[in-house]
């Protein structure tokens, strides 16, 4: 039983850890910040904004020593959701353990490391695919060796779906994740043939449980069988034990809605189900989120509520105290064959690209057209959202009002800036330049790079620097933003703004989009992107990850007609004023409009300070947001 939380500092996510395991929770689901999750150090100018806002900043060992104070390391099962860190936050958990005299080979736990998810739903990567393969490669051959307990990698397919994925992308893509990670394992010589079962077995999967409770039953039970049949067909796995389906999930965190928040409880419920009730099926660990995070940040108080849900249906009901009691369904076989049948199919398909590695730009492209897909079901009223497209009327709600959200104190990323330059100037700076020099010379050779980060990490070295110098070998990434794509899916619905933007004088108006910062979380921003091309409107869209320099240089060069910045990281008030002045002072006076998870009280802030409009998720009619920034262009050229 987890709950995913981590904010502010080492010191405060330590103390909210050992709370939350009073309490019953047992184990520790750690949340990162933006800056750790992406190779920078708080002092970073990508980091500005950030710092603690999403997740707990790790910047350095001593970090990890504070965050996980009086937890012992050799007791603990604790999942990190990291990915393109992902070695250097186990190198980091490791030196840690060694100093409390703990051997590697007593850790328990998983590093998600997964980064083609993050190419195609979440942002947080670095390095080029090939690169970051070969870290994944390394960290599952290192396990294999010296933490047999640990879960190397956790195959993610929760983005995916978030990203837009149906049942059954859902399951083929992340497969096919897995299956590219195997066959570089199994090819990379660090393995020996007798040992592949464990590393088969060593892979587990985080799913999404989402509302249609009968196809994600069916999902996961699809899910199981194919696990089992790439086991046997592709790697002759001989341990049943480890051709296991293990998986993880949290429940559907897109499906929880900024109006009547209170829905969201029985939501949450209904997809823990979803993934408990089929035994054969059943999810090894389950974090839940808050009700209120369609909002902001939850509270210590909302992460109670939701361990006690798992509590309630561990403790108090019978749920786990039979066998799958939908064996023998013909409804539910049927369902799985057909969602199993389908999956594999799109499996070979992703396969014959090249694999997910080498199709990410097809795979991306294939999640946005079935994000536009979705949302047009909403606006539409084809899919029905409780509280959103109907049944809209509601009572005041006595869980609503100020103070129902987490706030991180902006003073967070003075203090966490600090404490780095304090910590860099305490160090051995030579032996930390030497370890980095190790670590550049494993990333040119070949050489298996987790012994060389926890070099670097028991030496001082810091988050920033493990990445900077890989970056130095490896290069960065830019991930396609998979909008062309998706061109063209909503014209029915757009055609009556589609006809006022044609009437507009002057031609289309040009609507630059664009994400400051490092939230990499770009299904809005992309969908917002298609729907104004749909819409006859020039868009520049350059993807996730941008300094507002670079925001302004483009609105600079690109002369739009409406600004639109998306931030979903809690980073508005630092970054959207930031980014309008800067506009201003280059003389760029296009309206700037504002999308993300703006809680109601900063509205007004950000009007002051110059900005035209506010949408959040709970504006889901595209076409009224559309007219609205057509509207907006032609004011801006009627000065």
């Known amino acids: 039983m987890r709950t995913y939380s981590g904010h502010s500092s080492a010191k405060a996510s330590n103390e909210l850890y050992r709370t939350n395991l009073s309490k019953g929770q047992t184990g520790l689901s750690i949340a990162f910040d933006l800056p750790t999750q992406t190779g920078y ?113 956790n195959v993610c397919s929760y983005h995916l779906q978030e990203a837009g994925a149906t049942p059954v992308q859902e399951i083929a893509f992340s497969l096919a994740t897995a299956i590219d990670v195997l066959d570089a394992v199994r090819d990379s010589g660090q393995v020996s043939a007798d040992q592949f079962d464990q590393v088969f077995g060593s892979i587990s999967f985080f799913v999404n449980a989402g509302i249609r409770f009968v196809e994600e039953v069916c999902k996961l039970r699809a899910f199981t069988d194919l696990w089992e049949r790439i086991a046997i067909e592709r790697y002759d796995v001989k341990d049943p034990k480890a051709r296991r389906f293990r998986y993880g999930v949290q429940v559907n965190s897109l499906g929880l809605t900024e109006a009547q928040p209170e829905n969201n409880v029985q939501r949450i419920v209904l997809e823990m189900l979803a993934v408990t009730l089929s035994k054969r099926a059943r999810a090894r660990s389950v974090q839940l989120p808050a009700w209120n995070e369609a909002l902001g940040l939850p509270r210590p108080w909302d992460q109670q509520w939701s361990l006690r849900m798992q509590q309630v249906l561990a403790f108090e009901t019978d749920l786990l105290e039979y066998g799958d009691i939908f064996d023998g369904s013909t409804v539910i076989e049927a369902k799985t064959a057909e969602l199993r049948d389908a999956a594999w199919a799109e499996l070979q398909d992703v396969l014959a690209l090249g694999g997910a590695f080498g199709a990410v ?37 006595p869980l609503a009002g100020d103070g129902n959200i987490l706030i991180v104190d902006p003073a967070v990323e003075k203090q966490t800036i600090a404490d780095v330059e304090g910590w860099r100037s305490s160090r051995d700076n030579e032996a930390v330049a030497r370890a980095l020099d190790e670590v550049r010379r494993a990333a040119v050779d070949g050489t298996n790079i987790m012994e060389p980060s926890i070099a670097l990490a028991q030496a ?180």
């Open 41 to 153: 150090d708080p002092d970073h100018i990508l980091a500005h904004g950030e710092v603690g806002k999403v997740g707990v900043p790790v910047s350095h060992l001593g970090h990890m020593r504070t965050l996980l104070d009086s937890i012992p390391p050799g007791k603990m099962n604790t999942s990190m959701t990291i990915n393109a860190t992902a070695a250097w936050m186990l190198a980091l958990y490791v030196a840690n353990a060694r100093e409390q005299g703990v051997d590697s080979r007593e850790l328990r736990g998983t590093t998600q490391n997964d980064i083609v998810k993050e190419y195609l739903s979440r942002g947080t990567y670095i390095f080029p695919p090939a690169p970051s393969k070969r870290l994944i490669v390394d960290m599952v051959a290192w396990c294999a060796q010296n933490a047999p307990k640990w879960n190397p990698m």
């Open 361 to 397: 730009d097809e795979l991306k492209g294939r999640l946005v057209r079935s994000m536009a897909e979705r949302t047009r079901r909403i606006e539409t009223g084809e899919q029905t959202v409780v509280g959103v497209n109907s049944f809209t009327e509601a009572e005041p709600s």
């Open 460 to 639: 001082g070295g810091t988050t920033g620097e493990w990445a900077g110098a890989l970056r130095e070998i490896f290069g960065e990434f830019r991930a396609p933003t998979g909008v062309n794509a998706a061109v063209g899916r909503r014209t029915n619905e757009l055609s009556g703004v589609a006809d006022f933007v044609k009437s507009i004088a002057g031609g289309p108006p040009r609507f630059l989009v664009a994400k400051p910062g490092l939230d990499g979380h770009s299904n809005g921003a992309e969908q917002i992107a298609v729907a104004a091309r749909d819409a006859g409107m020039e868009v520049v869209y350059s993807g996730i990850r941008l300094t507002p320099e670079q925001i302004v240089a483009s609105a600079r060069d690109e002369d739009p007609d409406v600004v639109g910045l998306s931030i979903l990281s809690g980073s508005h008030m630092e970054l959207v004023p930031e980014v309008v002045e800067k506009l201003r002072a280059e003389g760029v006076d296009a309206p700037v409009i504002v999308g993300g998870i703006i809680p109601e009280e900063d509205r007004p802030r950000l009007a002051s300070r110059g900005v035209a409009a506010i949408y959040t998720p709970k504006d889901f009619d595209i076409a009224r947001i559309m007219r609205e920034v057509a509207e907006l262009a032609v004011a801006h050229r009627k000065g």
